[in-house]
Every structure is written in C-alpha cells, then in structure tokens.
C-alpha cells in the first residue's frame, strides 16, 4: 500500500476519540520511532519523519492546546512539509546539551551546522538542505539547538539506498562538531520504505 504524503483533516482524530486512544497511540510510536532514531557523536541526535510520527505530533498538539479548527491548520502548516514525498528522507536533528550553561556554550560555536550534514552510501554523497526562509544560525554564529533537514534523492540514489545492506554513513562535517555514523541496517531498511 503506498505511503502517505500528507495528513487530510480526516486523518485527524477530534478531541474525545484521541483522548480514548492516546496511551495506545503513544505505545504505538515509541516502536514506530525506534530504528528511525540516530545518535551522531556524543550530542546529535536525527529523527527520521513519516507521515505517522507528523500526524502523532498534529495530534498531540492539538490535544495539548485544544485551539480548534484554526489551530488544526496552523499545525497542518508546520508539520505537513516535514513528511517525505517519496524522494526523500527528512529529520528532525536535536543537539542535545542537558546542563544550559554548556548548551550556551556549545551552540554558539556550531553555526552553519546545518549546511555540513551528508548521507553518504554507494559511492554517492546527498547533502542535507535546510528550510532556507528560517534562520537557525544568527549573524554572530549561533545555531539552534533543533534543525529540519532533507535529503533529496534522485531515483537511482534511491534505488541504491533500497539495496539490503547497503551501508551508508550520516556525516556532520562541521569543524567544531566532526562526527559520523554508520546507519544500522534495521534503520536503512524502515527509511527505504519512506523513498
């Protein structure tokens, strides 16, 4: 059955049916979350999206905020661009720093972080490109602490990242933050399903 590409006001449980299924929703994906998850080095984390985990986060937003119809199409909004399209992977990645003065510390010397993220597999290399129109790095070098990337593949890059053990590698190549990290196969495998 072909994936999904983007939630319809449909797919959207109202307020009383998602409160009856919420703690089965939540089970659901945590599995659902597990082998799209990777951690690059020792503060990096990515979150490959789906159309499943959008729709959870619509859900839970609304659920949280109770804001109605408006709010439905506010977070269609925000979420809908984060659900590949079949040529594409797309993450969320986290620097995480738990104690703020080290966050502080650390994000302002990983400025332009977004622009130095690669998968690399096959002998082909796909760049990670960023939402342009919103600033995650300021002018004096500061990055945030949470980026939304994609990876555009064309249909033979595709095709390759499909092949069963295939290794490929996810890259920050930022001179502060080196680090790499080989994708494990069950990971490979979930987010072929996504191209």
């Not at 919103?134 to 033979?156: I, M, N």
Request: aromatic share 6%.
């Amino acid at each position: 059955m072909p994936r999904k590409r983007a939630i319809e006001p449909g797919d959207v449980l109202d307020l009383e049916a998602y409160a009856a299924v919420r703690k089965q929703r939540r089970t659901e994906m945590i599995a659902h979350k597990k082998d799209r998850r990777l951690s690059i080095g020792p503060s990096l984390t990515m979150h490959f999206e789906s159309f499943d985990t959008m729709l959870y986060q619509v859900q839970e937003m609304l659920h949280t905020e109770r804001g109605g119809t408006e709010q439905l199409e506010d977070e269609l909004r925000a979420y809908q661009p984060l659900i590949p399209q079949g040529n594409e992977l797309v993450c969320t990645f986290m620097l995480e720093y738990e104690d703020a003065a080290i966050r502080a510390r650390e994000l302002a010397g990983l400025g332009g972080i977004e622009e130095t993220v690669t998968l690399e597999f096959a002998g082909e290399t796909v760049r990670g490109d960023w939402e342009k129109d919103v600033d995650r790095t300021t002018p004096d070098g500061k990055t945030s602490s949470v980026h939304f990337l994609h990876f555009r593949l064309a249909p033979e890059q595709a095709e390759m990242f499909r092949e069963t053990g295939e290794r490929v590698v996810v890259a920050i190549g930022h001179p502060n933050y080196g680090h790499m990290a080989v994708m494990p196969e069950a990971t490979r495998a979930v987010l072929a399903e996504d191209l």
